[in-house]
Antibody
Framework: EVHLVESGGGLVKPGGSLRLSCATS????????MSWVRQAPGKGLEWVGH??????????DYAAPVRGRFTISKDAAKNTVYLQMNSLKIEDTAVYYC?????????WGQGTLVTVSS | DIQMTQSPSSLSASVGDRVTITCRAS??????LNWYQQRPGKAPKLLIY???SLQSGVPSRFSGSGSGTEFTLTIGSLQPEDFATYYC?????????FGQGTKVEI
């Protein structure tokens, strides 16, 4: 059974940094693309970015609002994907979900809340 | 980026109704279109992938159609558990984008 468990959310000041983790199990992590999707309070879903599998180059893509500030990485030994968020803005406040990515999002974690506020 | 526009933004329906939600893409996306259901306080759930393929475990009252720039999600006979928000998402470009959502209310 596939499990995705996010952690690392919390309260951070504007301009600050935070690293989210997503621990995974139940599938072949090395072959998987992984995405992060966020949802601001009361708003819709927004794709943040993804990391491709090593066989597909291991490269990353990011949505325009986070490009240059957010970085996604993977630790194959820990079956964990990370989202490093720098230069955080108030508008980054959201629940952040990690998902498996087959160009659709078939498995989701429960989400972790990030609040950016002074 | 490819823009996705859903209509309507919300709708009121009754149990047993047939419901159709439309999603339009700003350019042709072939059939790289997925649909999700999100209930309040829960993570989204994949319903339909590749425009018309039913995800495993999803009831057959859900169906998807379309290609190019216009797509529809149909719920054949609305059930109480189907009152939720529905999102489309394109994966033609690897810079994925979602529609703004359609809330299905009683």
């Amino acid at each position: 059974e596939v499990h995705l468990v996010e952690s690392g959310g919390g309260l951070v000041k504007p301009g600050g940094s935070l690293r989210l983790s997503c621990a995974t199990s139940g599938f072949t992590f090395n072959n998987a693309w992984m995405s992060w999707v966020r949802q601001a309070p009361g708003k819709g879903l927004e794709w943040v970015g993804h990391i491709k599998s090593k066989t597909d180059g291991g490269t990353t893509d990011y949505a325009a609002p986070v490009r240059g500030r957010f970085t996604i990485s993977k630790d194959a030994a820990k079956n964990t994907v990370y989202l490093q968020m720098n230069s955080l803005k108030i508008e980054d406040t959201a629940v952040y979900y990690c998902t498996t990515d087959r160009r659709d999002f078939d498995y989701w974690g429960q989400g972790t809340l990030v609040t950016v506020s002074s | 980026d490819i823009q996705m526009t859903q209509s309507p933004s919300s709708l009121s329906a009754s149990v047993g109704d047939r419901v159709t939600i439309t999603c339009r893409a700003s350019q042709s996306i072939s059939t790289y279109l997925n649909w999700y259901q999100q209930r309040p306080g829960k993570a989204p759930k994949l319903l339909i992938y590749a425009a018309s393929s039913l995800q495993s475990g999803v009831p057959s009252r859900f169906s998807g159609s379309g290609s190019g720039t216009e797509f529809t999600l149909t719920i054949g006979s609305l059930q109480p558990e189907d009152f939720a928000t529905y999102y489309c998402q394109q994966s033609y470009s690897t810079l994925y984008t979602f529609g703004q959502g359609t809330k299905v209310e009683i």
